[in-house]
């Protein structure tokens, strides 16, 4: 029998936590977790440097990996995913907007010429994104 606690199981009727929600953030990722016969529920920070939701501290070096430690791994990878896609997003758009302010105040192009440019080079970057996928796949 196994005396160290067990993070993912209620401390009264020792049956298993079941996920209420999982709540992304900035800092890392909160699980939330309910005891289903008790109705006890606990938020865990799960960070992707060394998390105590996981209790890697009380796992011996010989044993697999456990189903949590899955679980929030798949979570910090999206986590990353979000935040990159999200700094990718404000960077275009500074970027953007630098450009066209460049563009206006240094060339003496009307914004609303480069509006009309903008929406003219769409189609024709789309075109060029499609075709070298194309040429990638092959």
Wanted: proline residues 4%.
């Amino acid at each position: 029998m196994r005396t160290e606690q067990v993070d993912d199981r209620c401390p009264y009727c020792r049956s298993s936590f079941e996920i209420v929600g999982v709540k992304f953030r900035l800092s890392g990722v909160a699980v939330i977790t309910a005891c289903p016969n008790c109705a006890i529920a606990s938020a865990a920070e799960c960070s992707s440097k060394k998390s105590k939701f996981l209790g890697e501290a009380n796992q011996p070096s010989g044993t697999t990996r456990g189903v949590w430690q899955g679980i929030v791994s798949r979570m910090d990878s999206l986590n990353l995913r979000v935040r990159y896609v999200l700094a990718f997003m404000i960077a275009a758009v500074i970027t953007a907007a630098a450009l066209r302010h460049g563009v206006h105040v240094y060339a003496g192009i009307a914004p609303e010429e480069i509006r009309k440019g903008a929406l003219v080079a769409i189609p024709a970057v789309a075109l060029v994104i499609i075709v070298l996928r194309r040429k990638r796949q092959r």
